[in-house]
């Protein structure tokens, strides 16, 4: 008889790069021989904290996974059903994704009724252990919520230290997996006529969700000084592939786009994107620029590193110990000159200088090794 694991996150109808992971990993569960199901959220967030248009997918369910809607983060009579619910299943393991202190409270009362039971076992995959923006009450929700946890994932240093500041339990770090469910790579040529973008043209591209912590601005800020470089006949040039929804006020972003009269060089593409359309972007772009003010890991470097494209991230968190220096791209501190300065010397260097050190690299991002470290904690 199959072992149960249960992974307790979001997953179609809603969307993501949670949704994406969650998905993917339960895939490579089952893949290892495992009954596998994931529970989801029936309601992920009240409107108030959600940023964006819509939390749910327009996406196709997917057929080869069971999911259940199950869970509604602000229901305590249904956090005590689905715990009650998931202790009589009596799962050999419950895998937990946490990523934001307001899930505390539903996600901990869960598993301490699961837990119950005498014989599930509870690995915590932490994605963010102090979170980007700061709320009362995240340090005694989180507190909370990992208090039955046996032991924890995390994707990156910065959240390892963090986590001790809670937990003595064991944990480990492993690098994020490669997003491989988006599909193969495209000619360039291919993504960017579907995109209707000239194809001739040099494309860096930011991608995912904007918010302040990613620095988006600063990117902007750059493309000024690359413009005026241009202009003067320094450098050869290239336009931005902005391509995400906005979790904040778009005004902001407008205003400063105006004011540093940079529009002829932005390419805006800033509703959600789709999974099936994500290929195309990252196929479109020379390099992937992650110009964040800070971070713990980013789910846009494995999408870089399975799309083959070389990155600059700036010197924060955990991003430059994914992106080996002069291999697989360049760091730049935070600031919008520097960021222009190494713009400028990934072309100057070149795409295809970078291409065999990603294909090797890309190689140490892997979901079975994911998810042996979470059956190894978990000593099942």
């Known amino acids: 008889?199959?072992?149960?694991?249960?992974?307790?996150?979001?997953?179609?109808?809603?969307r993501g790069g949670l949704a994406s992971f969650d998905e993917r990993l339960a895939r490579q569960f089952q893949l290892q021989g495992f009954d596998t199901t994931i529970y989801t959220f029936s309601l992920q967030y009240p409107?108030?904290?959600?940023?964006?248009?819509?939390?749910?997918?327009?996406e196709p369910k997917?057929?080869?996974?069971?999911?259940?809607?199950?869970?509604?983060s602000v229901n305590p009579l249904n956090w005590l059903s689905v715990g009650i619910e998931l202790k009589k299943l009596k799962p050999s393991l419950i895998v937990?994704?946490?990523w934001l202190p307001f899930m505390g409270p539903c996600l901990g009362t869960i598993l301490r009724i699961a837990k119950l039971n005498g014989i599930t076992k509870i690995v915590c995959i932490a994605d963010n252990v102090i979170p980007h923006e700061k709320r009362p009450g995240d340090k005694p929700f989180t507190q909370y919520c990992f208090k039955p946890v046996d032991a924890f994932v995390t994707m990156s240093e910065k959240v390892l230290q963090d986590?001790?500041?809670f937990t003595n339990r064991p944990a480990l770090q492993i690098v994020h997996p490669l997003y491989d469910n988006?599909?193969?790579?495209?000619?360039?040529?291919t993504a960017r006529k579907h995109l209707g973008i000239n194809e001739d043209e040099n494309i860096i591209l930011f991608f995912g969700f904007i918010r302040k912590y990613k620095g988006l601005d600063m990117l902007l800020n750059a493309m000024k000084i690359i413009k005026e470089r241009t202009t003067l006949?320094?450098?050869?040039?290239?336009?931005?592939?902005?391509a995400g929804e906005f979790y904040e006020d778009k005004k902001l972003y407008d205003d400063l786009?105006?004011?540093?009269?940079?529009?002829?060089?932005?390419?805006l593409r800033t509703d959600f994107i789709s999974d099936s359309e994500v290929r195309y972007y990252l196929s479109a772009a020379d390099f992937v620029i992650q110009p964040y003010r800070q971070a713990t890991q980013s789910g846009v470097t494995p999408l870089a590193y399975h799309f083959e494209k070389p990155m600059l991230v700036t010197n924060v968190g955990g991003l430059p110990s994914l992106v080996p220096k002069g291999k697989v791209g360049l760091i730049s501190e935070a600031n919008a000159s520097a960021i222009a300065n190494k713009i400028e010397e990934l072309y100057q260097i070149g795409e295809s200088h970078f291409l065999p050190y990603l294909q090797v690299e890309k190689l140490k991002y892997s979901w079975k090794v994911l998810a042996d470290t979470v059956i190894k904690l978990a000593n099942i």
């Open 182 to 189: 988006f599909g193969e790579a495209l000619p360039k040529q």
């Open 233 to 242: 006949g320094h450098f050869v040039g290239c336009k931005l592939l902005v």
């Open 96 to 98: 937990i994704r946490y």
């Open 47 to 58: 409107g108030f904290l959600f940023p964006g248009t819509t939390q749910y997918s327009s």
């Open 257 to 267: 786009i105006q004011e540093l009269d940079i529009a002829d060089q932005l390419i």
């Open 1 to 14: 008889m199959k072992q149960k694991v249960i992974i307790i996150g979001p997953a179609h109808p809603l």
């Open 163 to 165: 986590l001790k500041l």
């Open 62 to 72: 997917p057929t080869d996974i069971n999911i259940k809607v199950r869970i509604n």
